[in-house]
């Protein structure tokens, strides 16, 4: 039986996770395409086209109910997306202005989640670096006997 590539893919509730998907290969495209320094025009284009307004939506996690939580690989490449937006856009210009004001708005609400994930980030990292270090003991105390 033909399987095409555009076929709905259902979860376990029945409902198909198109629009979930999409929005993550939307994410991951924009952070690609605005990245490096040919990315300045689509980083100009894309705070004209008012995406701002999407992006934090999906950087602070306030999806619509119908879709699920942020996934990992998500939050990444939104916060490529950001510092992309913070390197290519020049700094006095009223895109970057408008950046910078959505990390000021409803009292810092964006950078508490910036220091949240790298809390998060640092915490995993800890734990991973004990992990090595306990399997470096490991190994050098089979080695001595």
């Given at each position: 039986m033909f399987s095409s590539p555009f076929s709905f893919v259902y979860d376990a509730d029945g409902k198909h996770r198109d629009k979930m998907q999409a929005r993550s290969r939307s994410i991951k495209i924009l952070d690609y395409a605005m990245s490096g320094p040919a990315g300045s025009a689509c980083c100009e284009t894309f705070v004209e086209a008012l995406g701002l307004k999407n992006l934090f939506s999906t950087f602070m996690g306030k999806a619509s109910k119908k879709?699920?939580?942020?996934?990992?690989?998500?939050t990444s490449h939104t916060l490529g997306i950001v510092s992309s937006l913070f390197s290519n856009l020049a700094s006095e210009s009223p895109a970057r202005i408008r950046l910078l004001t959505k990390f000021v708005e409803n009292t810092y609400e964006k950078v508490d989640k910036l220091l949240e994930i790298r809390d998060a980030a640092q915490g995993r990292l800890k734990q991973v670096d004990k992990e090595i270090d306990d399997k470096k003991k490991v190994r050098v105390v089979c080695t001595s006997n």
């Open positions: 879709q699920h939580k942020t996934l990992p690989e998500d």
